[in-house]
C-alpha cells in the first residue's frame, strides 16, 4: 500500500509541475522593446493554418584517426514542427513593404514559445523576417521561403502578437505617445 501511494504522490506531482518543467522562457519585455524589435506589425485575419512536420538530420562531424572529418555514429535526427498560418493583412503599422497576404511561421508547440493561432480570427501580429541558415522548403512551393521577401514571418508568444487589438493598438498608441 505505500508503493501505491508512494506512485499515485509522484504522478500527481509529475502532471502538476510538467508545464512547468519544459515551458517555454521568455526574457521580461516592453511594448516598447516589443514594437522597435519587431521587423513588421499588422493586424491580419488567419485564412489557413498548415501544420509543417519534418524531420531534420543534425550530423555530428569528428576527426577520425587518420586526421579526416567523418559523420560521428552521435548524430541524431530530430522532429521539427511549426505551423504556417496564412494572414490577409487589414492593416499595416510597422513596415508598409508586407503584402496583403502574408505566411507567418510559428512553433506548433507551447512549450517551443509557438503562438496558437485560430482560422477566422484577426490579431496584431509582430513579425520577425524568417531567414533561415538553410533554404526552408515547404509543400505548397518550389521555392525556399528566404526569396520570398515581405511575405514570410516569424513569431511567438514572446513577442508583442496578441488577439486583443484594441489594447495592443493602445500600447503602440502609448509607444508613439512617449517617443514623441
Not at 506512485?7 to 516598447?32: D, G, K, R
Amino acid at each position: 500500500m505505500k508503493l501505491f501511494k508512494s506512485l499515485f504522490l509522484f504522478f500527481v506531482l509529475f502532471n502538476f509541475y510538467q508545464n512547468s518543467l519544459f515551458a517555454c522562457s521568455c526574457s521580461p519585455h516592453t511594448y516598447i522593446e516589443d514594437y522597435e524589435d519587431a521587423d513588421v506589425i499588422f493586424i491580419g485575419k488567419v485564412t489557413d493554418i498548415q501544420y509543417i512536420y519534418k524531420w531534420i538530420w543534425i550530423p555530428k562531424i569528428e576527426l577520425n584517426e587518420d586526421g579526416y572529418y567523418v559523420e560521428s555514429k552521435d548524430s541524431i535526427e530530430i522532429q521539427h514542427q511549426v505551423n504556417l498560418v496564412y494572414f490577409e493583412v487589414t492593416r499595416r503599422i510597422k513596415n508598409m513593404e508586407v503584402l496583403e497576404r502574408v505566411e507567418v511561421v510559428t512553433n506548433i508547440l507551447d512549450s517551443a514559445c509557438g503562438y496558437h493561432f485560430e482560422k477566422g480570427e484577426s490579431y496584431i501580429l509582430y513579425g520577425y523576417n524568417f531567414m533561415p541558415k538553410k533554404p526552408y522548403y515547404f509543400p505548397h512551393s518550389d521555392l525556399p521561403l528566404v526569396t520570398l521577401p515581405g511575405k514570410h514571418f516569424s513569431t511567438s508568444i514572446c513577442t508583442g502578437t496578441t488577439h486583443q487589438i484594441k489594447n495592443g493598438l493602445n500600447q503602440i498608441e502609448q509607444y508613439w505617445a512617449d517617443k514623441n
